[in-house]
């Protein structure tokens, strides 16, 4: 069992210059998706399909960020934080995903870095959280290469437009979660469920990575660059060597498969083999140069962190042969996600032992409950407030231990469409009423707003 920390973090534990944040993402939250000449995403048509999404939710609306930019500006400052992370919606920049800028989508983006400039505040600026144009979809997905090639372009366009102003860009948001719950598993867009489709996916999100980092290079002189990776720490359910090797093939499957090539190793071979006729090396897929490509050399590594997972082995259960399980006696979030703090610094220090990456930045890190929400809208999430306080004593541990963690990005600003959960599922540190757009912050954000005022007292943020 992990135990979970319950001192307070101390601010002073914690570098001067830390990247201090809230996340969010363009279709979790910017609703409008016709407006101004934004083109369809593959989120606006899974959404849209009967039965996808839980209770038929879409986007459609979302926090109508889109039209409140001023005033959730306002809120983003208010919480004192010293970096924003969001993401570009694709499509509202290059309706059909290729081709000449639409000024107005380019315009949104513009204003937002500048209203988060004027408050002083860094824009930390996803270029792909996952709403791919549906027309590149029409044309293969991330299966096809071309994909990779148009988002090269597409992150030339941004990093041209927003360079002189953005200084930190994270190319790809999570590809494990793009290439397998999307063309693997299809619980997310588009749906498909196809283990080959999936890693052909996954292996052109990693050259479209690639390409993307040098187009920023090329673009935005003196940025920084990184792709943020959901990295979860396995550990064997037992002590056996059934076991242990089970939870290496996990790892292999959740963290290696995107950590070894990003790192400049290529595909980890254990992988290669197991993954059998579905790897990209058997479909025929890696070409001469991609591994430079992919492992091009990038300034920090993300990672969105939320959980841990517990395997053991499970002869003949999926391509992996294992299954994780949910140990008893651990706390749970509303998602069924394990509490597990201790497991963030395990990650952070082995990834800076395994990887030696220059600046780790935690780019999310969270977790939903069901709220329940008083009279007068306030929330008192005590659960989501003590899972904060013991993942930032968890980087303290980490920090103390060597590893370069240079920031922290609560995921979420606000609650938000949580993906194939819809509404149901509430990860902001600030409540939105969805039939009124009321914001209100909750408990946990407050207890944020009040550690980064510490902060700043005393590391001077
Ligand atoms: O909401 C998502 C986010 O878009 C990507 N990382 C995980 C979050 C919670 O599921």
Not at 105 to 132: A, E, K, Q
Not at 267 to 281: N, T, W
Not at 414 to 440: C, L, P, S
Request: net charge negative.
């Amino acid at each position: 069992m992990t135990t979970t920390p319950t001192s307070t973090p101390d601010p002073l534990h914690f570098p001067p210059r830390f990247a201090w944040g809230v996340a969010t993402a363009s279709y979790q939250i910017e609703g409008a998706p016709s407006e101004d000449g934004r083109g369809a995403s593959i989120w606006d048509t899974f959404s849209h399909t009967p039965g996808r999404v839980r209770g038929g939710d879409t986007g459609d609306v979302a926090c109508d960020h889109y039209h409140r930019l001023d005033a959730d500006l306002d809120l983003i400052h208010s919480l004192g934080v010293n970096a924003y992370r969001f993401s570009v919606s694709w499509p509202r920049v290059q309706p059909s995903g290729r081709g000449p800028a639409n000024p107005a989508g380019l315009d949104f983006y513009s204003r937002l870095v500048d209203g988060l400039l004027t408050r002083g505040i860094t824009p930390w600026l996803t270029l792909y959280h996952w709403d791919l144009p549906q027309a590149l979809q029409d044309q293969g997905g991330w299966p096809s290469r071309d994909t990779a090639h148009a988002f090269g372009d597409y992150a030339a366009v941004v990093a041209g437009a927003l360079g002189d102003r953005v200084k930190h860009f994270i190319t790809i948001n999570e590809p494990w979660c793009a290439a397998f719950l999307g063309y693997g598993i299809g619980i997310h867009a588009p749906g498909h469920t196809d283990l080959a489709q999936s890693y052909a996916a996954a292996h052109h999100l990693l050259v479209g990575h690639g390409l993307a980092v040098q187009a920023v290079r090329a673009h935005a002189p003196g940025a920084q660059v990184g792709i943020t990776l959901n990295l979860y720490e396995g550990y064997p359910a037992t002590d056996t060597p059934q076991d242990r090797a089970a939870t290496r093939r996990q790892d292999g499957f959740q963290n290696r498969w995107y950590l070894d090539p990003v790192y400049g190793r290529g595909y980890p071979q254990d992988m290669v083999e197991l993954i059998g006729d579905a790897s990209p090396q058997a479909q025929g897929l890696v070409l001469p140069g991609d591994v430079d490509l992919m492992g091009v050399p990038t300034d920090f590594l993300g990672v969105n962190m939320y959980s841990r997972t517990v395997v053991e082995d499970a002869p003949g259960e999926g391509f992996l042969h294992s299954r994780a399980v949910r140990p008893e006696g651990s706390e749970y979030t509303g998602f069924g996600w394990e509490v597990a703090p201790q497991s963030l610094t395990d990650l952070m220090l082995r990834l800076q032992r395994d990887y030696d990456p220059p600046a780790i930045y935690i780019t999310e890190n969270g977790a939903t409950y069901p709220d329940t929400v008083e009279a007068d809208g306030s929330v008192h999430d005590a659960e989501r407030t003590r899972y904060f306080q013991s993942h930032l004593g968890a980087i303290e541990d980490a920090l103390t231990g060597g590893a370069k963690v240079r920031g922290y990005f609560a995921w979420s600003l606000m609650d938000n469409f949580e993906w194939a959960e819809g509404y149901d599922k509430r990860f902001g540190i600030v409540h939105v009423d969805f039939a009124t757009q009321a914001r209100t912050l909750k408990q946990s954000g407050r207890w944020y707003r009040d550690f980064l005022a510490r902060t700043r007292q005393t590391v001077g943020v």
